[in-house]
């Protein structure tokens, strides 16, 4: 038996009465520059570590992925990796999603 369809869902902080408004949205060409720096430093880039993603990565050729921000309240940006995560959860459903499926699909 195959693994064709994955749906998952990522839990996502949007802060505040502004949400987010005024953050950037990590593109999927960053997501695979963060996981080729990885590779090449052995470890974790600015101290943000994906290694949940690098599991699923080990499921490949589905026909389907599906990515969709399970959105939850969360404070505001404190420090720079509060603001990355705010960013990432921004993310999820735009270039996280690119991303994740350009890795996970299979392309026959």
């Known amino acids: 038996m195959r693994l064709q369809r ?14 987010w408004d005024g953050v950037r949205e990590i593109s999927a060409e960053v997501f695979a520059g963060m996981r080729r720096a990885k590779r ?17 990565f080990e499921v490949r050729g589905l026909r ?18 509060m603001a990355f995560w705010i960013a990432f959860s921004k993310s999820v459903e735009g270039g996280f999603r690119e991303w994740v499926k350009s890795v996970m699909v299979s392309a026959v």
Not at 6 to 19: F, H, I, N, T, Y
Not at 40 to 56: F, H, I, M, R, T
Not at 68 to 75: D, Q, T, W
Request: net charge negative; proline share 4%.
């Open 6 to 19: 994955l749906e998952l869902g990522v839990v996502a902080g949007k802060p505040g009465e502004s949400g």
């Open 40 to 56: 090449e430093l052995a470890g974790a880039v600015g101290g943000v570590d994906l290694e949940w993603v690098e599991q699923l």
């Open 64 to 81: 389907r992925v599906g990515v969709r921000a399970l959105v939850e309240h969360c404070p505001g940006a404190v420090s720079e990796m």
